[in-house]
């Protein structure tokens, strides 16, 4: 009954809480061991403390674990870009190009064709930085879906009991390119928050608004994700794309230097970089 | 250290240590399991004050990985030996297993009310409490990061964020039954 809850014995607890903490005297252990075998509604008591260390412990861990798992995929893809080439690879190619000097004919119409692509776009004014879409242009150039929703489930009460299922659901949503009903999926999701990673949550729904060009909801999305995740880098890069997508080039340019000073990730950093620079440019011109 | 510089730590770290773990467990995922399991000793020693002057913070982590691996495959040796002792026929009873998934259960929703109650809890209740029980940092030091104006005032907290927590928990509780 909600309004007959057990008495909250005070000094009982304080007792146990300086057990649990080392604090008491020898004597004091010994008298609090003797009591818990005699004593069920003490023992009750301390197991209800020792609980709820325990599941704080797993919780935090689980927590962290999670936001690690996001660091070691980013280092992960960092160490691959940084490692050498397989010097027997190199080797081999080099002996390959040694007979082989001459380009073939397909190869040079690929090398004219690459060349006159940018430039056929340029007089047809897609590429004008002049041109006010330009902000919008860039964001779609620099903008790279993932590939996946990741959702992690967390330790708290999954109310519906259905977690695993909505995961799918969002998951299949966004394969489909149906970004409408995977936001939906997604709020039902964040009602069962203690169930979810919500950072993972919102920067997913940031990212749909932002591919349903809803500028607004995906900024409002991606300003939740929480700063102690690891998410939260990845977050702010999206969140500068957004702003550009919706033209706002002076808070884009906030957030990409943050990206391209802080950003622990070198690619990430590298491009936000690059966007920089072009951003500069666009202001020159 | 602010959270970018523990990631950054993270990163360093991980990329100095992991190829050494992998020759060690001989497996990528025990590697990483080990090195995280490295990485949260650390941070529990580095919220109590416990790691300072450390010259090499990647070094030192690795060294507690190694023992982690270590101590895990002691861990699981042991594991074997308990089921060479016990026989498998004492869990083979029905009522036995029934008994145990119960407990499971039990134990599954206690769980989930108390970390609904911490959740019901303020910010600075939630802290001292998280400090205190999961990181162990004293509370002398708490005293001074947070402000106290004595130890005393600072146990005094923790206690009324305790009780405060269970009396959230047997509320919850009590809603569930009813």
Redesign the interface.
């Known amino acids: 009954m909600a309004n007959d809850l057990p008495t909250y014995n005070e000094a009982d607890n304080q007792l146990i809480e300086d057990y649990l903490d080392g604090l008491l005297s020898e004597q004091s252990r010994k008298e609090v061991e003797e009591r818990l075998q005699t004593d069920p509604d003490f023992a009750a008591q301390l197991a209800l403390h020792q609980d709820i260390e325990g599941v704080l412990n797993t919780s935090e861990k689980q927590e962290l674990k999670q936001n690690w798992a996001e660091l070691i995929l980013e280092v992960e893809e960092e160490m691959q870009v940084e490692k050498p080439e397989n010097p027997l690879k190199v080797v081999s190619k080099m002996e390959g190009k040694k007979g082989k000097r001459s380009f073939s004919w397909l190869q040079i119409a690929a090398i004219i064709l690459v060349l006159l692509i940018p430039a056929i776009l340029y007089f047809m004014g897609v590429f004008d930085r002049t041109s006010s879409t330009y902000p919008q242009q860039l964001a779609m150039e620099y903008f790279e879906a993932p590939e996946n929703m990741t959702i992690a489930k967390r330790g708290g009460t999954d109310t519906e009991g259905n977690i695993e299922e909505l995961k799918q659901q969002v998951q299949s949503f966004y394969e489909q390119k149906d970004y409408r009903n995977a936001l939906e999926v997604l709020q039902k999701m964040a009602k069962n928050g203690s169930a979810v990673n919500m950072s993972q949550v919102y920067f997913s729904m940031g990212i749909c608004h932002f591919l349903l060009k809803e500028n607004e909801a995906a900024i409002q999305s991606f300003l939740k994700v929480r700063s102690r995740d690891g998410i939260k880098s990845k977050a702010d890069w999206y969140l500068a794309l957004t702003y550009l997508q919706q033209g706002d080039t002076i808070k884009a340019k906030e957030i990409l230097k943050q990206v391209a000073e802080k950003d622990v990730n070198v690619k990430r950093k590298k491009k936000a970089q690059d966007l920089l620079e072009k951003l500069v440019e666009l202001k020159t011109i | 250290m602010t959270?970018?510089e523990l990631?950054?730590l993270?990163?360093k770290c991980?990329?100095s240590n992991i190829p050494q773990l992998i020759h060690l467990t001989e497996s990528k995922e025990a590697a990483?399991e080990v090195y995280?399991e490295a990485?949260?000793v650390f941070?529990k020693k580095w919220k109590q004050g416990a790691i300072q002057n450390q010259q090499n913070l990647c070094g030192y982590i690795f060294r507690v990985a190694k023992n982690k691996w270590l101590e895990n495959k002691r861990k699981s040796k042991e594991i074997s030996w308990d089921s060479i002792l016990m026989p498998n026929e004492t869990l083979t009873d029905d009522f036995d297993q029934l008994e145990v998934a119960e407990n499971v259960l039990e134990?599954k929703k206690?769980?989930?009310?108390?970390?609904?109650a911490?959740?019901e809890l303020g910010d600075n209740c939630r802290k001292l409490?998280?400090e205190?029980?999961?990181y162990k940092v004293s509370l002398k030091k708490l005293q001074e990061e947070l402000g106290y104006a004595s130890y005393n005032a600072v146990k005094v907290a923790?206690?009324q964020c305790?009780?405060s927590?269970?009396?959230k928990?047997?509320?919850l509780e009590?809603?569930k039954?009813?």
């Open positions: 959270q970018t990631n950054l993270f990163k991980y990329k990483q995280q990485f949260y941070l134990q206690r769980a989930q009310l108390i970390l609904a911490m959740k409490l998280m205190t029980i999961v923790k206690h305790k009780k927590l269970i009396r928990y047997w509320k009590g809603e039954i009813e």
